[in-house]
């Protein structure tokens, strides 16, 4: 079991000293710490030092960190790295919060964080379940917008007469706003209904 430290600070102009001497003074070694100089509105998980320290991590090593709000400024992101930490078999440790999982009653914060993420989670599958009906009920459609069939034979023309006159499939699918991908899918489904 290694105790690996983290420190985020938003700017290069804030310090993580207190931070870093708040790790070293429970046992992390300097060389076990991580830090990232980065706003909290990144993930957890895009930010580079956090993801050398997520790399470096082994099942059974314990993440501390100064307070559990250096690792992101919403509650669901928190959520999700103590998540992923834990889903790893590493653990955290919060020397501000009190959450220490040698502990009865940092057990029981981390397994509230963690129903916590679980539940913040559905809530936000049901919001937005709730809001695509919502808008289905009011007519609104969803996927790809139905294309009148004449534009597309009208396109597919135009393309031919290009491609007679010696341009790539790609030149003159770009022609008409279309991929090379698009053309031929649009090509197909028009030799499929001539079959």
């Known amino acids: 079991m290694r105790l690996l430290g983290y420190t985020r600070v938003s700017t290069a102009a804030q310090e993580a000293k207190l931070q870093l001497d708040?790790?070293?003074?429970?046992g992390v070694q300097k060389r076990d710490v991580f830090s990232d100089v980065t706003s909290g509105s990144r993930v957890a998980a895009e930010r580079p030092g956090m993801k050398k320290l997520l790399?470096?991590?082994?099942?059974?090593?314990?993440v501390v960190v100064w307070r559990v709000d250096r690792l992101g400024r919403s509650l669901i992101d928190v959520?999700?790295?103590?998540?992923?930490l834990r889903g790893r078999g590493v653990e955290l440790r919060s020397i501000s919060d009190g959450i220490d999982p040698a502990t009865t009653a940092g057990r029981l914060m981390l397994n509230m964080l963690a129903t916590l993420a679980e539940y913040?989670?559905?809530?936000?599958?049901?919001r937005v379940n709730a809001g695509i009906a919502a808008a289905r009920s009011s007519g609104t459609r969803f996927g790809r917008p139905v294309v009148d069939p004449a534009v597309i034979a009208g396109k597919l023309e135009i393309v031919k007469q290009e491609r007679a006159k010696g341009r790539t499939a790609n030149e003159a699918a770009q022609l008409v706003g279309w991929s090379r991908a698009t053309l031929y899918r649009h090509q197909q489904a028009r030799a499929g209904f001539r079959g």
Do not use: F
């Open 22 to 26: 708040s790790l070293l003074s429970v």
């Open 55 to 62: 790399d470096y991590a082994e099942s059974g090593d314990i």
């Open 79 to 84: 959520l999700n790295t103590v998540t992923l």
């Open 120 to 126: 913040e989670r559905e809530l936000i599958t049901e």
